[in-house]
T-cell receptor, first 111, second 116 residues
Framework: SQKIEQNSEALNIQEGKTATLTCNYT??????LQWYRQDPGRGPVFLLL?????KEKRKERLKVTFDTTLKQSLFHITASQPADSATYLC??????????FGTGTRLTIIP | GAVVSQHPSWVICKSGTSVKIECRSL??????MFWYRQFPKQSLMLMAT?????????EQGVEKDKFLINHASLTLSTLTVTSAHPEDSSFYIC????????????FGQGTRLTVV
């Protein structure tokens, strides 16, 4: 069965540095991959989508890469701020109407 | 942007009672709605997919008679947890999309259910 792993359960980064989160998957490549932000006690909020034929996507301080050979996506937050502290989820879409979510990485930006 | 409203945001109920959670798409018509459950420090687990006007499709291991889903209109889906038990305590989240192949899911704010 498909397995999605996010590099670490928790990640602490100094303010101003770049935070890099990893999402790895096994078996089949998704049609597209998404990243979401989830704050405690709240539902996920969509951030970025990258398709299987795209290498990189950017949105303001966010950058996502997608390597179908490595079966990996990297999510970068540059010039990180304490307000970026949250749990970040990757989600994969395999064309069966459903999103499959990773376990998430809890990011803390330390002032 | 599209807004999905979930109500209530939290609820406490006694064991054996039923609880209804509502999920509304406020500014768009949601042909498909999804219900997830999330335990502490775990990911979102899809429970069921509901399409307006038809029966919900449940994921393996989810009891359809316990988790009743109704998607009677294009803007409202409800999840009823029947005969709730403490192990049903969890964070329930709905999401909605405008079409089967829509690439972006819009999530509600979630409902924290505590069964005592």
């Amino acid at each position: 069965s498909q397995k999605i792993e996010q590099n670490s359960e928790a990640l602490n980064i100094q303010e101003g540095k770049t935070a890099t989160l990893t999402c790895n998957y096994t078996n089949y490549s998704p049609a597209y991959l998404q990243w979401y932000r989830q704050d405690p006690g709240r539902g996920p909020v969509f951030l970025l989508l990258i398709r299987e034929n795209e290498k990189e996507k950017r949105k303001e301080r966010l950058k996502v890469t997608f390597d179908t050979t490595l079966k990996q996506s990297l999510f970068h937050i540059t010039a990180s701020q304490p307000a970026d502290s949250a749990t970040y989820l990757c989600a994969l879409y395999f064309g069966n109407e459903k999103l499959t979510f990773g376990t998430g990485t809890r990011l803390t930006i330390i002032p | 942007g599209a807004v999905v409203s979930q109500h209530p945001s939290w609820v406490i109920c006694k064991s054996g009672t039923s609880v209804k959670i509502e999920c509304r798409s406020l500014d768009f018509q949601a042909t498909t709605m999804f219900w997830y459950r999330q335990f502490p420090k775990q990911s979102l687990m899809l429970m069921a997919t509901s399409n307006e006007g038809s029966k919900a499709t449940y994921e393996q291991g989810v009891e359809k008679d316990k988790f009743l889903i109704n998607h009677a209109s294009l803007t409202l889906s409800t999840l009823t947890v029947t005969s709730a038990h403490p192990e049903d305590s969890s964070f329930y989240i709905c999401s909605a999309s405008t079409a089967v192949w829509s690439t972006e899911a819009f999530f509600g704010q979630g409902t924290r259910l505590t069964v005592v």
